[in-house]
């Protein structure tokens, strides 16, 4: 008698379980359709700046110099590299898309400066308030805690342009 009762009850649940699959799934689609994709890098080609500081990217310190930047291209264009002039110093780095407040006139590198230590922090092309952030360290983190951040930005070029 009990299997009588609630056998009906069972199977209909069964049904309605397997039912709920294409519901289910379409709505999976259409909320990965509506959530924000991860956003590709907004530096185009090379940049190249002369850092007059010691500066911080994630985990390298890096001395004053002259440094190009690039996208890592087998990245997802997430992922970029800092490299001195002459080679020998360099750090990988993730970025996500940052929108300026106003359209820069000139290409940038924008530091965080705490104290006596500056942060590379954000990247834009000149003409275009589309550009890179870079994702805050560890290091960063702990120096915001200890002292506001003051902002310091450094003329940028692109090298592949030059002489044209």
């Known amino acids: 008698m009990f299997n009588e009762y609630f056998g009906p009850a069972r199977a209909n649940q069964t049904r309605t379980g397997s039912g709920m699959i294409l519901p289910l ?4 689609i259409f909320a990965s359709a509506l959530s924000p994709s991860r956003t590709q890098a907004q530096i185009i080609g090379n940049i190249a700046a002369d850092i007059p500081f010691q500066f911080h990217v994630g ?3 890096l001395p004053a110099g002259k440094y190009t930047i690039y996208q890592l291209e087998s990245s997802d264009l ?3 590299e800092i490299s001195s002039a002459d080679g020998k110093l360099s750090a990988l780095f993730d970025v996500e898309a940052a929108e300026a407040k106003s359209v820069p006139e000139k290409s940038e590198l ?7 230590r ?3 922090s954000e990247m ?3 003409g275009n308030a589309d550009g890179n952030k870079l994702l805050e360290s560890r290091d ?4 915001s805690k200890e ?3 003051d902002i310091a930005r450094v003329v940028a070029r692109h090298p592949q342009q030059e002489g044209k």
Request: aromatic fraction near 20%; proline fraction near 0%.
């Open 25 to 28: 799934f379409l709505a999976l």
């Open 59 to 61: 985990k390298t310190t």
């Open 78 to 80: 997430t992922m970029m």
């Open 110 to 116: 924008i530091f965080h400066k705490y104290g006596d």
């Open 118 to 120: 500056y942060f590379l």
């Open 124 to 126: 834009f092309d000149e």
């Open 140 to 143: 960063e983190r702990k120096a």
């Open 147 to 149: 002292s506001g951040a």
